[in-house]
């Protein structure tokens, strides 16, 4: 049976499907290689807490029971790491899936999303999948063009995103920026602020995004386990926000969403700060670490915020991702999700992981010559 035959929904037609890093199996598998890395997903490489793998373990028996729905002692905990009352938070399958009912709640056919390119492709296919219209704004210096953006705002804009700090890019938008932003926006249109990557920030004038939750501002801010953390392959992530938007994110989450392994960890984790503050640390060793050698072989790397970096390699960097891929060295390509032809977005791995990339790089850009501008550009 052919597409054609089936009454597939017209908007569902024009999502690009997301396209997650390779497996390190796979690459594994596919270049009959072992040991291979995978700097590709922004995961931690030093693993979960300890704590969490053994709260893991002990939730294991139960299994044949269903999770918490209303995820109580997570939330519990949750809201007490915050100091935020629990009528603020929404415990999700991942960020993603709050910012998924974000697009359900908020999103009418003919509506439209504001955000930035590139940036996190889920808000354009959360946008799509409910028949609204995701204008892209670009970034301008890899940041967010945020006057552009408000420039693109109307009466039927329902959600404005800003990802913060960027993903690709790692860069980040300031407190008065931020403030200038929800001044700025009508009541007819929500604030959705990706945070997935706060816990690595040390910019001193990023914004306090729980203050505006609190002063009841009209934003969701979103975060995760999965990054710091280091409980991706578990989803689970969180929103905050006032406790009316809150109800209209709960309207549309699935049942049982957060796994009871997820909700056990998630709980372990936040009683371990020790995990978070040595993966910070590693994080900030290995960003100089790498920004230092990538510059001396007269590479650009984007300023980063978070545990990723934005590299122009000044390559056409499909190739260059292929190179590094035989090597064992798995990285995200820019051309086909950013636009960017020249660039590659590298998790920073641990010191180990960082060497082990840019020796694989090294010996990659022997075999591709520079780039040069197509004289006619695709868009
Ligand atoms: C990784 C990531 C997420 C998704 O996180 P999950 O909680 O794993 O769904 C959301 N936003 C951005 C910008 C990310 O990079």
Redesign the pocket.
Known sequence: MSAADLPIREAITRIRPYRPGKPLQEVEREYGITGAVKLA??ENPLGPSPRAVAAMQEAARDVAFYPEDSCFYLKRDLAEHLSLPEENLIL????????HCAGLSFLSPGDNTVMAHP??V?YETDTLVCDAEPRKVPLTDYTHDLDAMLERVDARTRLFFV?N????TGTYVTRAEIERVMDRLPDSCLLVL????YEYVDAPDYPQSLDYVREGRRLIV??????IYAL?GL???YGMARPDIVQALHQVRPPFNVNSLAQVAAQASLADPEQVTRSREVNRQGRDTLTRELERRGMRAVPTQ?NFIYIDTARDARRLGEELLCRGVIVRVGDWIFGDPTFIRVTIGTPEQNERFIEALDKAIREIPPYEEPLAKAS
Request: net charge negative.
């Open positions: 997903s922004n999700g399958n991942g960020s993603d899936e709050i910012l940036s996190f889920m990802c700090p960027n993903n690709p990706d945070e997935a990557y979103l975060r995760t386990f999965s990054k991706a989803r689970v992530g978070a």
